[in-house]
């Protein structure tokens, strides 16, 4: 009787064990290193590329003014002896109101280019987001994680990153936009 309930029970623990490994299914997985995705898809590296130029720009003209607060200053020194404790001080205060205003102009500047490229990057990463949705479904994943900077996944098999795959079908995309071409007949 006992080797009967013995038996018993291990063909339970057996069949248990079976129906658990059956029941349990594989999921299917993978990571981007969504700091290396950012680096080489050409979208953004023309985003950053276009902010860089407007930078410069706008940093030119700002730097003409600066310069000319700057001759301006040395001339203040050299007449100031010349033209009076009254003038040096009415003049001193024009100065320190134009060097505000300027470094005004330099943090305004500043930032009207981070909240303009902030807003396309945005953009571009819900693009991304939709675009590495539909890859996860069309490719069968259940989970697809995201490493770079802010690093979801503290390790993985290298056979299981994507990037390289999700780069060439932004990129691609991209291109077939014909956005490419159009930022390179802007720049001639």
């Known amino acids: 009787m006992k080797k009967t309930i013995i038996l018993f029970a291990f063909a339970i623990a057996l069949i248990s064990c079976n ?23 050409t979208e953004a590296k023309d985003i950053e590329a276009k902010y860089k130029d407007k930078s410069k720009v706008m940093g030119n003209q700002l730097e003409a003014e600066v310069a000319r607060f700057k001759a301006e200053a040395s001339s203040f020194r050299d007449n100031a002896q010349k033209n009076g404790q009254a ?4 003049k001193g205060s024009e ?10 102009a330099q943090q305004a500047m500043l930032q009207q280019l981070q909240q303009e490229s902030g807003v396309e990057m945005d953009t ?3 693009t991304y987001r939709k675009i590495i949705k539909d890859f996860g479904k069309e490719k069968g994943y259940d989970y697809i994680y995201g490493t770079g900077e802010t690093a979801t996944v503290l390790y993985a098999k ?3 990153d994507i990037t390289k795959e999700v780069i060439k079908i932004v990129n691609d995309k991209y291109k077939s936009t014909g956005k490419k071409e159009e930022t390179t007949e802007e720049k001639k």
């Open 19 to 41: 129906k658990s490994a059956t029941e349990t299914k594989e999921f299917k997985t993978a990571y981007i290193d969504t700091s290396k995705l950012m680096e080489e898809s």
């Open 87 to 90: 003038w040096a001080q009415q």
């Open 95 to 104: 100065l320190q109101k134009r060097e505000q205003e300027l470094s005004y």
């Open 124 to 126: 571009l990463v819900k």
């Open 158 to 160: 290298d056979s299981y």
